[in-house]
């Protein structure tokens, strides 16, 4: 699988981006997906998952409330809107595919990564 993520940009605090993430070489339509972060000089972190229909989503706290993950699986496509923007939510934004059975939250819970989309929050 290869996933290519996009929509990142500048924006100032209060602000909103809508990210995505467009899947290839084989569908992700029965497979979890997740958002991850990684601010410079800090380790990656868990930002939103999705179950592969939909229904059960998980946010990190730290994002709860302001951003909403959603996936449209006809275009092998998951998104991450991101509202009330932080400068803290300055990051690389990374897409993953989930390995079933392990912990929505953990990096090594995801195998298939895609490049990343700069997201930078000014204040």
């Known amino acids: 699988v290869q996933l ?11 602000g909103s981006l809508r990210l995505s993430c467009v899947a290839s070489g084989r569908s992700i339509s029965s497979i979890r997906m997740g958002w991850f972060r990684q ?6 972190e868990f930002v939103a998952s999705i179950h592969y ?4 989503r998980s946010y990190a706290d ?3 409330g302001r951003f909403t993950i959603s996936r449209d ?4 496509t998951v998104f991450l809107q991101m509202n009330s923007l932080k400068p803290e939510d300055t990051a690389v934004y990374y897409c993953a ?14 195998n298939y ?8 929050v000014s204040s």
């Not at 601010?39 to 990656?44: C, F, I």
């Open 4 to 14: 290519q993520a996009s929509g990142g940009g500048l924006v100032q605090a209060g």
């Open 39 to 44: 601010a410079p000089g800090k380790e990656r």
């Open 53 to 56: 229909a939909g229904r059960l």
């Open 62 to 64: 730290s994002v709860q």
């Open 73 to 76: 699986n006809a275009k092998d």
């Open 97 to 110: 595919t989930y390995i079933t059975g392990g912990a929505f939250s953990l990096v090594s819970s995801y």
């Open 113 to 120: 990564w895609g490049q990343g989309t700069l997201v930078t």
